[in-house]
């Protein structure tokens, strides 16, 4: 079993910034890639970046050039570093376990933490 645990959510305005991070504990040697997604009241769940454990990484375009994912593998921590943010960035954002790349199936979800944007 591998659980998540994440921390830094929060309400900013327009324009700021926040950093999102993600613990993973537990069955951590089955985890492949990490990844955040959100979802917004009323919309799907949806991808926001991936990060494989060499470090391959996957983004929305939506989030293209605002956003930066990273790991930290001996710490076995996730980070979402979200700048310029915008009010349709609102959303509960979910940290995201899987054990080949998250395109093919997520493995653990965390709790979420929720990202509101003011305008």
């Known amino acids: 079993q591998v659980q998540l645990v994440e921390h830094g959510g929060g309400l900013v305005q327009a324009g700021g910034s926040l950093r999102l991070s993600c613990t993973a504990s537990g069955s951590i040697f089955s985890i492949n890639a990490m990844g955040w997604y959100r979802q917004a009241l009323g919309k799907e769940r949806e991808l926001v970046a991936t990060i494989s454990r060499r470090g391959t990484i996957d983004y929305a375009e939506s989030v293209k050039g605002r956003f930066t994912i990273s790991r930290d593998n001996p710490k076995n921590t996730l980070y979402l570093q979200m700048n310029t943010l915008k009010p349709e960035d609102t959303a509960m954002y979910y940290c995201?376990?899987?054990?080949?790349?998250?395109?093919?199936?997520?493995?653990?979800w965390g709790q979420g933490t929720q990202v509101t944007v003011s305008s």
């Open positions: 995201a376990a899987c054990r080949d790349y998250c395109s093919l199936g997520v493995y653990r």
